[in-house]
């Protein structure tokens, strides 16, 4: 099993920045269901959204059109962490950001979609103003 915690969310006017953390606490025997960190969002009233992912090496990110050039993920496997700095914050970033989880495989899917990951935070809201 996998815990996550997020924290780092908060109030924003736009064109600022915010970094999202997400710790990651593995109760298995092996770290793999852990191998690919991902961050995901949903603004009232739609769907989750991919935003970024990565692999433990680092390797295999995807980070969503949104978003490109905006918002960078990285992870800190020392600290069992994964981050999204986000820049250039836009009000229709406003959501409330989850940190995912999943397996070897996870990051190595054409798409990001909510079905592919095991393992969920309980999410931190991002309110960016005009």
């Known amino acids: 099993e996998v815990q996550l915690v997020e924290s780092g969310g908060g109030s924003v006017q736009a064109g600022g920045s915010l970094r999202l953390s997400c710790l990651a606490s593995v109760y298995t025997s092996s770290t793999a269901s852990s191998d690919c960190m991902g961050w995901f969002r949903q603004a009232p009233g739609k769907e989750r959204e991919g935003v970024a992912r990565i692999d433990t090496g680092g390797s295999w990110p995807y980070v969503a059109d949104s978003v490109k050039g905006r918002f960078t993920i990285s992870r800190d496997n020392a600290k069992s962490t994964v981050y999204l700095q986000m820049s250039s914050l836009k009000p229709e970033d406003t959501a409330m950001y989850f940190c995912?989880?999943?397996?070897?495989?996870?990051?190595?899917?054409?798409?990001?979609?909510?079905?592919?990951?095991?393992?969920w935070g309980q999410g931190t809201q991002v309110t960016v103003s005009s």
């Open positions: 995912a989880a999943g397996w070897y495989e996870t990051c190595r899917q054409p798409t990001m979609t909510r079905a592919d990951f095991s393992y």
